[in-house]
């Protein structure tokens, strides 16, 4: 089950009252000593295998608490044998080229293994006399089970139920398609999140409130963190989707939700599941599409037989003010 917990941070409105949605994490974040440059070091250091590291009780405290406020029983664990996990994200990590392994270097601080997460990744803020400088992740070992094409598969495939239509994603050549590289999207995404509050794109899980109004990457599109401005007319479906939830049948619902989403400012069918996920899906795809220029491609099947196809939406003339605000923090 890939089930991200999305931990954005800002800095604090001067305004004497905040707007938004109630944030329940923001007490966690401001604890935890994971927020705090003074429990890193080494970081000048460019070798990854220094930034990587099995769970600790700081690491399990913190996600017990998420945890505990996203109402899941699971305590992780530490790996009892790292060096394999660790083997696979080194590959994925090295396999990273051009300007993005700058900012990767930049502003990932530290990579967590351990099993019985509650979900897939936690990613979190580290910050320095208040403001926000990079980030950390905690992954559970079995995100790792899957190739790349496999893997998003399954992801996409999780809000429906299982039956004769299924949806297939290829987003690796054959002789690319491999663990390392599932890791290296997924690992992508959550460094979305990180960029998305050292770059102030959106609001703070720092903040007791979050309102994305007077962010320019959400406007038009995004109410709150959870509400779109297309709910009403354009996306009504969008709202009963749920990553791993198995709760939706495809056969009866594919046509109000995959020809809608290609004609939407949404790149993918998970950036449209809330607001922070809509800029963590848009930089991912924004490098392995635009940058990269590797394959993001869907079909549809029926009885293994294709009756729809899209892609990655990244390249839209409706996302142009995205594309162009992701170009600024790859290309400063």
Known sequence: MFVVFIL?????????EEAGDPNPYADILSSTPLSKIENYVGLESQDWDSRIFNLDKVALEYV?????VDGFTESPSPLKDLQPFKTTLLNALNSQSGPVVSLLKKKLFRIYFCEDLGGSAVTGIVR??????????????NTLNRNANDWISY????????????????IEEEKQN???????????HEFGHILSET?????????????????????????SEKVSYLDDSVFTFRPQIRFYSESLSLEENWEKIYPVLSKTPFPTLYSATNADDFFADSFVSYVHVILEKKP???????NNKTIFKMGNGIEKDSLSTQRKIIEKIIFP
């Open 64 to 68: 017990k608490e998420l945890n505990r």
């Open 8 to 16: 954005v941070f800002e800095t604090f409105y001067s305004c004497k």
């Open 296 to 302: 993001w491609a869907l079909e549809i099947l029926k």
């Open 178 to 188: 491999s663990k390392s590289n599932a890791l290296r999207y997924i690992l992508l």
């Open 128 to 141: 320095k006399d208040g403001d926000p400088i990079g980030g950390f992740v905690i992954l559970d070992a």
């Open 155 to 170: 992801k996409e495939n999780s809000s429906f139920q299982k039956g004769n239509v299924k949806i297939r994603i290829r």
């Open 199 to 223: 770059e102030k794109i959106g609001p703070s899980f720092f903040s007791h409130k979050r309102s994305f109004a007077n962010f320019e990457f959400y406007k038009g599109i995004w109410r």
